[in-house]
C-alpha cells in the first residue's frame, strides 16, 4: 500500500480510502458480516482510511465500522476514520449530541476527522457557531482533525475563517474520471493550500466500469435509479470511455475499476479516491488501484476521451 499525508497532519493514510455509504438501505449492503469483510479485507490490503457519515444507513455504517473494528481486534490507532454531520444538524448544541451518537456506534473515545457533510442550506446556521462547536470538540480531545464535505470554496474559506486555533485538513467532494468539476477550484484550492481531497463516487457509481447494460440501469431500483451519470443520453457516452478504460486495463493486468482509479490518483497528489464495495472482490481490487501508474500516454488518451463527454444534469 502506498501513503500519503493528510492534509498538514503529519498522519500517513493509505493513497486510497474505503467508502461506507454502501451499508445502508440506500445501496442495500445490510448484512453486518459482508460489511465486516469488505472492512477486514480492506485493512489486510493495507487501507487505514475509512469514510463513513451518521446519515449513511441512519447509523448502520458507523455501527457496522464500529463493531467490525472491534472485532477484528484492530488497533484503534492504527485506523483513521472519517465521519460527518449534515447540514440540518450543525446547530452549536446538535454538533455535540450527533458526535456524542457517532462516538457511541462507532464505540470510540474520539473521532480521527470530523467534517461537515453539506452546508445547512435550509437550516440557515450561521457558519462560525458550528465551526466553533467543532473547534471546542477539538480542544476537548473528542475530534482530532476537521473538514468539510461539498462545499464551495467561498464557504469554506468562511469555515475557515471561524477558527482560531485550527484549520481544516480535508474537502471531500464528487471526483470521477467523467464528473471532473471539482477540477476547475476545488483541487487547484487543496492543491495551494495543502489539504487533502476525498474524492467520492470515485467509479461514478460504478458507470465507468460498464458493468450494466442501458436496459439494466433503466431498472435500478438502488440510490442509482436517480443517478445523472445513468441518464440514458450520459450513460452512452459513459460507455465509449468504459471501452478504453477497459483496453487500458488489459494492458497492465488490471481491472477497469484500479484503471478508473489510478487515473485519478495520477491528476493529483492530493487527491484520495474513497470507493466504496459491495463485496470483499471489489475491495481488494480498489485496495490494487495504487502502487503503480499507468504510462502517460494512456492517462492522455482517457482524458482526451472524457473531456469529449458533455454530461447534463437536467432530466426533465
Ligand atoms: N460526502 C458526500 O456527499 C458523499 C456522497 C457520496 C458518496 N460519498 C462517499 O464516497 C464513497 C464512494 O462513493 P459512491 O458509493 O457514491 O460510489 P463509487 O465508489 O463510485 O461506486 C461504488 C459502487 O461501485 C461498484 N463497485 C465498487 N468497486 C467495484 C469494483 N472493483 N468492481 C466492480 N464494481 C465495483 C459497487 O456497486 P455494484 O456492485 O452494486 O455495482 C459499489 O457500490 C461512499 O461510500 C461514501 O463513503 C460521500
Known amino acids: 500500500m502506498e501513503f500519503v499525508e493528510l492534509g498538514r497532519t503529519k498522519e500517513k493514510v493509505s493513497r486510497i480510502g474505503l467508502g461506507t455509504w ?13 460489511a465486516k469483510e469488505i472492512i477486514s479485507s480492506s485493512i489486510e490490503m493495507g487501507i487505514n482510511l475509512i469514510n463513513t ?3 449513511y444507513g441512519n447509523g448502520m455504517s458507523e455501527r457496522f465500522i ?47 476527522a470530523l467534517l461537515a457533510h453539506w452546508p445547512p442550506a435550509w437550516h440557515n446556521h450561521p457558519t462560525c457557531e458550528y465551526m466553533k462547536a467543532f473547534e471546542r470538540l477539538v480542544e476537548l ?16 474559506e468562511s469555515a475557515r475563517y471561524c477558527l482560531s486555533k485550527n484549520d481544516i485538513q480535508i474537502l471531500e467532494a464528487r471526483y470521477n474520471i467523467v464528473e471532473r468539476q471539482a477540477e476547475k477550484e476545488i483541487i487547484p484550492y487543496v492543491e495551494s493550500s495543502g ?20 436496459e439494466e440501469v ?27 478504460i477497459k483496453e487500458v486495463a488489459e494492458k497492465y493486468n488490471k481491472k477497469p475499476s484500479q484503471v478508473a482509479l489510478n487515473w485519478l490518483i495520477m491528476y493529483s ?11 470483499r472482490d471489489q475491495a481488494i481490487e480498489n485496495a490494487g488501484s495504487v502502487g503503480w501508474r499507468m504510462d502517460y500516454r494512456y492517462w492522455r488518451k482517457l482524458d482526451e476521451i472524457s473531456r469529449s463527454i458533455r454530461l447534463s444534469y437536467v432530466n426533465f
Open 53 to 55: 457519515a451518521m446519515v
Open 269 to 279: 497528489k492530493n487527491v484520495i479516491p474513497i470507493p466504496g464495495a459491495k463485496n
Open 22 to 34: 454502501q451499508f445502508s438501505n440506500s445501496w442495500g449492503l445490510t448484512i453486518y458480516d459482508s
Open 195 to 214: 489539504l487533502s481531497m476525498l474524492a467520492w463516487s470515485p467509479l461514478a457509481k460504478a458507470a465507468v466500469l460498464a458493468k450494466y447494460s442501458l
Open 141 to 156: 480531545g473528542k475530534v482530532r482533525y476537521l473538514g468539510l464535505s461539498d462545499y464551495p470554496i467561498e464557504l469554506a
Open 66 to 112: 464500529g463493531r467490525a473494528l472491534e472485532e477484528l481486534g484492530i488497533e484503534r490507532s492504527s485506523i483513521f476514520v472519517v465521519t460527518k454531520i449534515p447540514g440540518q444538524f450543525l446547530s452549536y448544541d446538535d454538533v455535540f449530541k450527533a458526535v456524542d451518537r457517532s462516538l457511541e456506534r462507532l464505540r470510540f473515545d474520539y473521532i480521527d
Open 218 to 244: 433503466s431498472n435500478f431500483t438502488d440510490v442509482r435509479k436517480d443517478d445523472a451519470v445513468y441518464y440514458p443520453d450520459n450513460y452512452k457516452q459513459i460507455l465509449v470511455l468504459a471501452d478504453a
